[in-house]
C-alpha cells in the first residue's frame, strides 16, 4: 500500500520486557515522527526524525525509550523494561519535506501496546 | 494550561445537521492548524490543513482560523452516520520546515440515523 505501515498491530507483552514497534513510512517521504496516544492524555509528541539530522528525542518520557531510523526510511521505537504506564496506542507518521514548505503528516493505524 | 484544549464531548448529533466543533491554543507562535477524523482503531486521517486565518472549504467541511483569538474550528454541513469519529485538532510552529504536531485530545462525534 501507498501508506504509513506500523508493525506488530498488537502487541501483548510482560511488565519488563522489551518491545521493538516498527514503521514503514511513505515513500519518498524524509520526515518521520513517533506519536503516543493514551486515555485521558490524547496524543503526544515522542521523536522525530528529518533526514539526515540529528533526532529531535525531546518527547521521549524517559530514557527506556529509544528510537533508531536506518538508511533514511524504516523506524524502530524500542521500550525497554516495560512498564504499564507504557501501555498505549504508539503512531508513527511521516511527510515530505519540499524546499522550506511544510507538508501534512500522514499516520499509520498505530501499535496497541498492553503491558500486563 | 495545555497549549491546545478541546472539549472531548461527547457529542451526539441527528442525521443532517450542522456539526460545530472547536479548539483554541495558548501559543500564538503556532502557524499551521489542522483537522484529523480518527476512526476506532485506526490512524488520524488528515481532513483540512490551513495556514492563515479565514476558511477553508472542502465538500461538506469548513475550516476556519481566527488567530487574533487563537480559535480554530471545524463545520461540517449535512451530517451523516458515516461522520461518526473522533475529530482531533492539531497546531505547529512549523519554523522552516516540519515540526511536531501538538493536539487537542479529541472530540468524539455520533450522527444519529
Known amino acids: 500500500g501507498a501508506g504509513v505501515s506500523q508493525s506488530p498491530s498488537n502487541k501483548v507483552t510482560e511488565k519488563g520486557k522489551d518491545v521493538e514497534l516498527r514503521c514503514d513510512p511513505i515513500s519518498g517521504h524524509t520526515a518521520l515522527y513517533w506519536y503516543r496516544q493514551s486515555l485521558g492524555q490524547g496524543l503526544e509528541f515522542l521523536i522525530y526524525?528529518?533526514?539526515?539530522?540529528?533526532?529531535?528525542k525531546s518527547g521521549l518520557p524517559s530514557d527506556r525509550f529509544s528510537a533508531e531510523r536506518t538508511g533514511g526510511s524504516v523506524s524502530t521505537l524500542t521500550i525497554q523494561r516495560t512498564q504499564q504506564e507504557d501501555s498505549a496506542v504508539y503512531l508513527c507518521?511521516?511527510?515530505?519535506?519540499?524546499?522550506?514548505?511544510?507538508?501534512?503528516?500522514?499516520f499509520g493505524d498505530g501499535t496497541r501496546l498492553s503491558i500486563l | 494550561q495545555k497549549e491546545v484544549e478541546q472539549d472531548p464531548g461527547p457529542l451526539s448529533v441527528p442525521e443532517g445537521a450542522i456539526v460545530s466543533l472547536n479548539c483554541t491554543y495558548s501559543?500564538?507562535?503556532?502557524?499551521?492548524f489542522m483537522w484529523y477524523r480518527q476512526y476506532s482503531r485506526k490512524g488520524p486521517e488528515l481532513l483540512m490543513y490551513t495556514y492563515s486565518s479565514g476558511n477553508k472549504e472542502d465538500g461538506r467541511f469548513t475550516a476556519q482560523v481566527d488567530k487574533s483569538s487563537k480559535y480554530i474550528s471545524l463545520f461540517i454541513r449535512d451530517s451523516q452516520p458515516s461522520d461518526s469519529a473522533t475529530y482531533l485538532c492539531?497546531?505547529?510552529?512549523?519554523?522552516?520546515?516540519?515540526?511536531?504536531?501538538?493536539f487537542g485530545k479529541g472530540t468524539r462525534l455520533s450522527v444519529i440515523a
Open positions: 501559543n500564538s507562535a503556532f502557524q499551521y
Open positions: 507518521a511521516s511527510s515530505m519535506r519540499e524546499g522550506q514548505g511544510n507538508q501534512p503528516q500522514h
Open positions: 492539531a497546531t505547529e510552529l512549523g519554523l522552516g520546515g516540519n515540526t511536531p504536531l501538538v
Open positions: 526524525f528529518q533526514g539526515n539530522s540529528a533526532p529531535d
